[in-house]
């Protein structure tokens, strides 16, 4: 981050113009100023001031300052590779997308907003200082952009220390350097010549450095700003795990994840790796060009021959990170490295659908090609030190088996925590919920990952039969594992604890809330803070703070939805009814607020008008299973059992494991005078739920009826 000079600025600012969804922007200087005339709050053209610029290569941003001390990140970015390699030119961050100046993806929106978004990484020592009375930002900085400071902490002492003034000599072993990374000093790796493999000559102490970078390197949202040097990333953040919308179920990047969350998952980290073994941090290069950083620690006759990668030597192909790192585009044109140093896993591709190195350069191939070729090669299926994509994929689909595969996962000590964390985390989606050796073990487990993981495993279970196993998580050193069993025990009263455990869940009650308060610049804090008063029954608090979060972001629909569910539980659905309808009319079709608002309107007996929203609910996101299941038990319900069969079991075929259409499904085609088909449906859900007894009612029943 620079302040916009013509040294820093490599956009053509000479009257060039760029159009984007109708709107044309045009870039110019005003004297020493850059300036852009471009579409604003309004959705008219006005002039701006380019502030500061952000970022070199391959992409530059630009910031523009708005009112209430905002920095807005602006949507047209400048190209900054050379013109051979498609650059020098101005693009859209959001091609092919209808952004209007109501949309929070806006540069004017909320979710540009560098203070928020931004700052934290990108600038040092910063403090966000948000005003939620004025609704203003007074952000401050010791520095501009990334310094040393970031990394090492408070650098007096070590000015002192290395001016040789003062009191420096008791600085001396530690260099007056607030925290140390040291952990590469004196270290070798040796290879093995007998698997051509190094290992590291002493273990690795800690994750210092690592946590260090994980900071700003890892996908992740804040908790607390007033950082420490030298404490777990988990103190200040909480970082994400594998979900769904962020990896692919091995893994793999899918959106960005700034390398942590991929890193962590690495054979190499668990080896004992650190980022700085490959990366030099003070100059922003890699240790070695090539391959050479990998023959670091790997027999290059090994390795980097023909005979392992079966490239043409000097090719893409015989390039370790082309296969073991391969990359995925972000912003357009800025290409970023898996850091899970992987095994391609082309038999994954096959069966899940994951991505895989060899189609991502052979773009004409198919996976089972892709597969085929590395069995030639090898002789045998890669395996990797990941072992948990099958696993993951079944469990985020409630398969068969998954919840005792997930189990065996959260045990198998061997895999990554992370992985073991969103195992961990998935079990919230079964029901009865767990409260089993998975969890209590998950518990005491060693990474706060996995403790924090197992809080949210009973996310969705009775608060009160989950105290106990809880409760040492009031008191974990790690503030993220702290507050989020705060949230899943919101709402029980201080008696179900003995003293002790009461007053760490107060503190930790009051962490949470001030986490929330720290981000309450942002509509999903004040939505945080409604669902956690709405808990606790403080009603009134509960609604000040979901309007706020719509009035922060009136696009906001869970605010919405949760606003009318409040009012629902006070027996106030008429002002509920107006919120949708309101909501509705910024968001059309948004499928989660005609579902809402279909269901008021089912309790409030207006049947024709609730079935309607409901399934224009189905319609608009039929990947969620839940709406069609209701829009089909309100068919039903409508006497229209033969539209609500055709309904579910065309959502049957995307969702073969959803348990409620299943059991609808049987409940449906016995009513419609069809047992035998009834009865096919029975054993799918008997092969889903082994043991149930109402399920083995149902089978029982079926087959007297067919049988007689």
């Known amino acids: 981050m620079q302040p916009a000079a013509n040294p820093t600025v490599l956009g053509d600012f000479n009257r060039s113009s760029f159009n984007n969804n109708g709107i044309t922007s045009t870039f110019f200087r005003s004297g020493s100023k850059f300036m852009v005339r471009t579409d604003g709050p309004d959705g008219a053209l006005h002039d701006y001031e380019i502030r500061y610029t952000f970022g070199v290569y391959p992409l530059q941003q630009f910031l523009i300052a708005m009112p209430g001390g905002r920095l807005q990140a602006f949507g047209i970015a400048w190209d900054s590779r050379p013109s051979e390699r498609g650059g020098q030119r101005w693009f859209a961050l959001y091609p092919g997308q209808k952004i209007t100046y109501r949309d929070s993806r806006h540069w004017t929106g909320i979710d540009q907003n560098w203070n928020y978004m931004c700052a934290d990484c990108h600038s040092t020592n910063l403090h966000k200082n948000y005003d939620a009375r004025t609704r203003t930002f007074s952000t401050s900085y010791s520095e501009i952009d990334v310094s040393c400071e970031a990394c090492h902490g408070p650098g007096s002492n070590h000015v002192l220390w290395a001016k040789k003034e003062g009191d420096w000599k008791k600085f001396d072993t530690t260099e007056g350097l607030m925290i140390a990374l040291d952990e590469r000093k004196g270290v070798a790796w040796p290879i093995d010549p007998a698997t051509s493999n190094a290992r590291r000559s002493s273990p690795r102490p800690s994750e210092r450095e690592i946590q260090v970078c994980a900071r700003c390197h890892s996908r992740r949202g804040e908790i607390h700003e007033d950082y420490v040097h030298g404490q777990p990333v988990g103190d200040d953040y909480r970082v994400a795990l594998l979900d769904q919308d962020l990896y692919y179920p091995d893994g793999q990047i899918k959106e960005e994840d700034y390398e942590y969350g991929s890193f962590i998952q690495s054979r190499m980290f668990h080896a004992g790796v650190t980022c700085s073994d490959c990366h030099e941090p003070h100059r922003l290069k890699i240790r070695a060009i090539g391959n050479n950083v990998c023959m670091q620690c790997h027999s290059g006759q090994k390795y980097d021959s023909p005979k392992h990668h079966f490239h043409k030597i000097g090719s893409a192909g015989a390039q370790c990170v082309e296969c073991h790192m391969p990359t995925r585009t972000y912003m357009v044109v800025d290409p970023r490295r898996d850091h899970s140093i992987r095994i391609p896993r082309p038999d994954l591709s096959v069966k899940l659908g994951t991505p895989n190195a060899c189609t991502n350069c052979h773009t004409g191939k198919s996976p089972q090609w892709a597969l085929d070729s590395v069995d030639k090669w090898y002789g045998h299926a890669a395996q990797g030190f990941q072992r948990f994509a099958e696993t993951l994929d079944a469990g985020s689909t409630t398969a068969p088996g998954a919840q005792e595969s997930l189990e065996r996962l959260i045990a198998d000590r061997e895999q990554p925590a992370i992985a073991r964390a969103t195992a961990l985390s998935m079990l919230a989606n079964y029901a009865p919920p767990p409260t089993g050796a998975a969890v209590r073990t998950g518990v005491i487990d060693d990474s706060a990952l996995v403790r924090r993981a197992a809080a949210r495993a009973l996310s969705n279970s009775d608060?009160?039969?989950?105290?106990?196993?809880?409760?040492?998580?009031?008191?974990?050193?790690?503030?993220?594992?702290?507050?989020?069993?705060?949230?899943?025990?919101?709402?029980?009263?201080?008696?179900?604890?003995?003293?002790?455990?009461?007053?760490?869940?107060?503190?930790?009650?009051?962490?949470?809330?001030?986490?929330?308060?720290?981000?309450?610049?942002?509509?999903?804090?004040?939505?945080?803070?409604?669902?956690?008063?709405?808990?606790?029954?403080?009603?009134?608090?509960?609604?000040?703070?979901?309007?706020?979060?719509?009035?922060?972001?009136?696009?906001?629909?869970?605010?919405?939805?949760?606003?009318?569910?409040?009012?629902?539980?006070?027996?106030?659905?008429?002002?509920?009814?107006?919120?949708?309808?309101?909501?509705?009319?910024?968001?059309?079709?948004?499928?989660?607020?005609?579902?809402?608002?279909?269901?008021?309107?089912?309790?409030?007996?207006?049947?024709?008008?609730?079935?309607?929203?409901?399934?224009?609910?189905?319609?608009?996101?039929?990947?969620?299973?839940?709406?069609?299941?209701?829009?089909?038990?309100?068919?039903?319900?409508?006497?229209?059992?033969?539209?609500?069969?055709?309904?579910?079991?065309?959502?049957?075929?995307?969702?073969?494991?959803?348990?409620?259409?299943?059991?609808?499904?049987?409940?449906?085609?016995?009513?419609?005078?069809?047992?035998?088909?009834?009865?096919?449906?029975?054993?799918?859900?008997?092969?889903?739920?082994?043991?149930?007894?109402?399920?083995?009612?149902?089978?029982?029943?079926?087959?007297?009826?067919?049988?007689?």
């Open 463 to 708: 608060p009160g039969a989950s105290a106990n196993t809880l409760a040492p998580l009031l008191r974990d050193p790690v503030r993220a594992v702290r507050i989020e069993a705060a949230e899943v025990l919101a709402g029980l009263p201080a008696d179900n604890f003995p003293a002790d455990v009461a007053a760490a869940f107060s503190r930790a009650t009051d962490e949470y809330i001030s986490a929330q308060q720290l981000n309450a610049d942002r509509p999903e804090a004040h939505l945080n803070l409604g669902l956690l008063y709405a808990r606790e029954n403080l009603f009134d608090k509960a609604e000040v703070e979901l309007k706020t979060a719509l009035s922060l972001d009136p696009g906001f629909t869970p605010a919405a939805v949760n606003l009318a569910d409040l009012y629902r539980a006070q027996n106030r659905d008429q002002e509920g009814e107006r919120v949708l309808k309101e909501a509705i009319g910024r968001s059309p079709n948004d499928a989660s607020l005609e579902h809402a608002l279909g269901l008021l309107m089912v309790r409030q007996k207006r049947g024709a008008q609730g079935l309607d929203l409901l399934g224009a609910a189905a319609r608009s996101d039929p990947g969620n299973a839940r709406y069609v299941y209701v829009y089909a038990v309100a068919l039903n319900g409508a006497g229209q059992t033969r539209a609500a069969i055709e309904t579910l079991e065309r959502s049957i075929k995307a969702h073969p494991y959803d348990r409620d259409s299943l059991a609808a499904l049987v409940n449906f085609l016995e009513q419609s005078g069809d047992p035998a088909k009834a009865l096919t449906y029975a054993q799918r859900l008997d092969e889903l739920e082994p043991g149930d007894p109402e399920v083995r009612r149902m089978l029982k029943e079926l087959s007297e009826h067919l049988h007689g």
